[in-house]
């Protein structure tokens, strides 16, 4: 029987707020587990076992543009460092979001710049960034929001590709030291871009691999596939990444669109499970959440810490 699995973001931690729903079912859940890899976690509950997961970059490029030339793919994540006395940290508000605009204009400044090197920059439609290569690279990234508000020096790129890829990333940050892009966003009150986060690579797809379920939300790797049922969850697997923060009017229409018809959808047998993810820790929620009344509620992201 099918599972729905709900992600919940890391980003904007400074800014969490309570929700009664999500405390409740994580108060009555079957049982917690640690999770070293999420998206394959929840990739699992939408395809068949004997299918791979895609690399991150390579799946969200493919959706994006269909088959690209290019040996290698790396989403390359905007992001805003903080330089402190003794490293260097991604805080908390650290990952940003460009506009269209500015997502072209670093794409075609960067393709001029590295001309003949190799190396692409490429913008999507939704002003996602990625990083194309035409040689392999054998290395193992992390993604930008498992760094959050940690210093950056023992995430970065390892493995046998891995001086590579932070020569890169190093070039990139003077790169963008001054650049047009953000000089103007200073301008207008906005962080700088000072680096660009290369995280998520694999090599190029010809095709997406299949899947069973169904998606929502804004993850580069899960948007790559099939869109949601049109009027509720129901009984199909799927996966919901939920960016939007507690409180907030998003996270209200994610309650309401999402969670609360995947919790009707357990109470009345369609569904097995609802699987509910952050941080490291995966909690699972069967039809049986409803008896464990006698178990306290506390701030939602303290069950992930």
Not at 39 to 51: G, N, Q, S, W, Y
Request: proline letters at 6%; aromatic letters at 8%; a neutral charge.
């Amino acid at each position: 029987m099918s599972t729905h699995y709900f992600r919940f973001t890391r980003r904007g931690a400074v800014n969490r707020q309570r929700s009664q729903l999500l405390e409740r079912l994580l108060a009555r859940a079957d049982v917690s587990v640690a999770v070293t890899d999420w998206r394959l976690d929840a990739f699992r509950v939408i395809a068949p076992e004997m299918i791979s997961m895609p690399g991150v970059g390579a799946a969200a490029l493919y959706a994006e543009r269909g088959l690209v030339d290019a040996a290698s793919v790396f989403v390359a994540t905007p992001v805003h460092y903080v330089a402190e006395m003794s490293s260097v940290r991604l805080p908390a508000d650290g990952i940003l979001s460009l506009g269209q605009a500015e997502a072209d204009a670093l794409a075609v400044d960067f393709n001029r710049v590295w001309n003949d090197a190799g190396i692409r920059l490429l913008a999507g439609r939704c002003a996602d960034l990625f990083c194309v290569g035409e040689q392999a690279l054998n290395v193992t990234t992390h993604d930008p929001e498992d760094v959050l508000d940690r210093p950056i020096e023992k995430h970065l790129p390892s493995g046998a590709a891995a001086p590579r890829l932070r020569r890169l990333m190093s070039e990139i940050e003077m790169w963008l030291f001054e650049h047009a892009v953000n000089r103007t966003r200073i301008a207008d009150a906005a962080p700088a871009v000072n680096g660009l986060w290369l995280w998520g690579g694999g090599p190029a797809l010809t095709s997406l691999p299949p899947v069973d379920g169904w998606t929502a939300g804004g993850d580069p790797l899960f948007k790559a596939f099939a869109a949601p049922p049109p009027l509720s969850c129901g009984a199909a697997s799927g996966v919901v990444v939920i960016a939007a923060q507690g409180g907030t009017d998003a996270w209200r229409d994610m309650e309401s669109r999402w969670l609360e018809r995947s919790l009707a959808d357990l109470r009345s047998g369609r569904i097995r499970r609802i699987d509910l993810s952050a941080g490291n820790r995966c909690f699972s929620v069967s039809a049986r959440w409803n008896w464990r009344l006698w178990r306290r509620h506390r701030p939602w992201w303290e069950s992930f810490e």
